[in-house]
């Protein structure tokens, strides 16, 4: 018998580059920089990668947008009940690493929430771009990058994760998680494969 997870039912992806987003989920130094409120060990790996996915897509025409996960300064936000505080608005921790150049055709979104897409802008600014995929790139693959990801199928969009630009919280959860997305919401693959795909 097929186990719950091998009914797949997926064509392989082709994407239209102008019709593509990467999605850059908080490359911010709270999470990125030594001396952040909250660092993912090792994390910096992903940023290489991800200026690649960037730079081919730009190169395409596609859209880019920089996610920064933001909260507010009194301390009120819910998932403060959970997380001690990080990014707080207008800190350092709170603002893209340095390695990041947007320019004035780039989006930057702040999010309160795990999701990029709770409450901001983002599917509206997708839509406007005739935005039809999205490349998910940055951490942690485990909570922001899987909510997005979530949000991002549940609101009709192809999801490609190149893997070489997520990193999770441990290789269990890295692994799990993209299991689960590449099972049932999106496409897992290397992060070479996708910039073939975009050409
Ligand atoms: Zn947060």
């Known amino acids: 018998m097929k186990g719950f997870s091998d009914h797949f039912n997926k064509a392989p992806v ?10 850059v989920v908080d490359l911010v130094n709270d999470f990125m920089k030594e001396g952040g409120s909250m660092v993912l060990g090792g994390g910096m790996a992903v940023v290489p990668p991800i200026l690649k996915i960037v730079d ?3 190169k395409k025409g596609g859209t880019v947008v920089y996610i920064k996960d933001n ?5 009120t936000d819910a ?3 959970i997380r001690e505080p ?26 309160r929430r795990f999701s990029s897409f ?19 790139v940055g951490v942690v693959t485990n909570i922001c990058v899987r909510s997005t ?9 192809r999801c490609i994760v190149p893997q070489e630009c997520v990193m999770a919280t441990g290789d269990r959860e890295q692994e799990s998680t993209l299991w689960d997305i590449d099972t049932h919401f999106g496409y897992v693959m290397k992060t070479d494969e996708v910039l073939k795909i975009i050409g």
């Open 86 to 111: 990080h990014c707080i608005d207008g800190s350092w921790g709170a603002e893209l690493i340095d390695e990041l150049s947007p320019d004035a055709s780039d989006y930057i979104l702040k999010k």
């Open 149 to 157: 990801v979530h949000d991002g199928f549940f609101n009709g969009y």
């Open 79 to 81: 998932e403060f009940l």
């Open 14 to 23: 082709q994407l239209a580059p102008a019709k593509t987003a990467v999605i």
């Open 56 to 58: 081919a897509v730009k």
């Open 118 to 136: 709770f409450q901001t802008d983002l599917d509206m600014i997708l839509r406007e771009n005739g935005v039809e995929t999205i490349i998910v």
């Open 71 to 75: 909260h507010r300064p009194d301390k």
